[in-house]
């Protein structure tokens, strides 16, 4: 398989606790974004990633949210004390470039009790 | 500020018919690219179709085609012959020109197809 993986597909967790997402974009694919979409809405850009360097992070991004991209392959989205307001979908995406499409992993599940 | 609008919440068709999904935009950008994205229920993002700002043609790609309208600032998703597979979530998303390469999404609109 070729595609946009993300592990693990679900995370229930409870709120205060440190979780953990990673993503593992197309191997050629030099750009790496990271989406958040809660219910009823479109995802919303939370950051991304050229190689290695964090080109560019959303207001949304709050300072319990970190993102890394060592050696520029893969990447982990970590939130520190979680809160029921960060459950959603945190989705992956990977592109060749600037202007192609970008290619979307099948998402975290993040629910926060 | 870049924004989509996509103004039907639902919209039910009936297979082989066609139908259209609307999608306008705002943006200061000369340049920009227009996309549309499919959600099925198990919540992947399959990507469809690219509009860019100075294409002359209209977009297609099988059954899709964008209807690009410059002037008016839209950019509507023609669905031929719908199928009961198309029936999903279609987010209709821009990408604009300046520092940063997020795409900016629409809210979305449920297609649902029936026999």
């Known amino acids: 398989d070729t595609g946009v993986s993300q592990d693990p597909r679900h995370k229930i967790t409870k709120r205060g606790q440190n979780v953990t997402f990673r993503c593992d974009p197309i191997?050629?694919?030099?750009?790496l974004y990271w989406y958040r979409q809660t219910l009823g809405q479109g995802p919303e850009f939370l950051t991304y990633?050229?190689?290695?360097?964090?080109?560019?992070k959303s207001r949304l991004l709050s300072d319990r949210f970190s993102a890394e991209r060592p050696k520029g392959s893969f990447s982990t989205l970590e939130i520190q004390r979680t809160e029921q307001g960060d459950s959603a979908m945190y989705l992956c995406?990977?592109?060749?470039?600037?202007?192609?499409?970008?290619?979307f992993g099948p998402g975290t599940r993040l629910t926060v009790l | 500020a870049q924004k989509i609008t996509q103004t039907q919440p639902g919209m039910f068709v009936q297979e082989k018919e066609a139908v259209t999904l609307d999608c306008t935009y705002d943006?200061?950008?000369?340049?920009?690219?227009l996309f549309w994205y499919k959600q099925p229920s198990s919540g992947e993002m399959i990507f469809l179709i690219y509009?860019?700002?100075?294409?002359?043609q209209n977009a297609t790609e099988g059954r899709y085609s964008l209807n690009f309208q410059k002037a008016r600032k839209s950019a509507n998703l023609v669905i031929s012959a719908s199928q009961l597979g198309d029936s999903a979530m279609y987010f209709c998303?821009?990408?604009?020109?300046?520092?940063?390469?997020?795409?900016?999404f629409g809210k979305g609109t449920t297609l649902s197809v029936s026999s």
């Open positions: 995406a990977s592109s060749q470039g600037i202007g192609n499409e970008q290619f």
């Open positions: 191997s050629e694919h030099n750009r």
């Open positions: 990633f050229q190689n290695e360097a964090q080109l560019e």
């Open positions: 943006t200061s950008d000369p340049s920009y690219g």
């Open positions: 509009q860019g700002s100075y294409d002359q």
């Open positions: 998303a821009m990408r604009g020109n300046q520092a940063g390469t997020a795409l900016i």
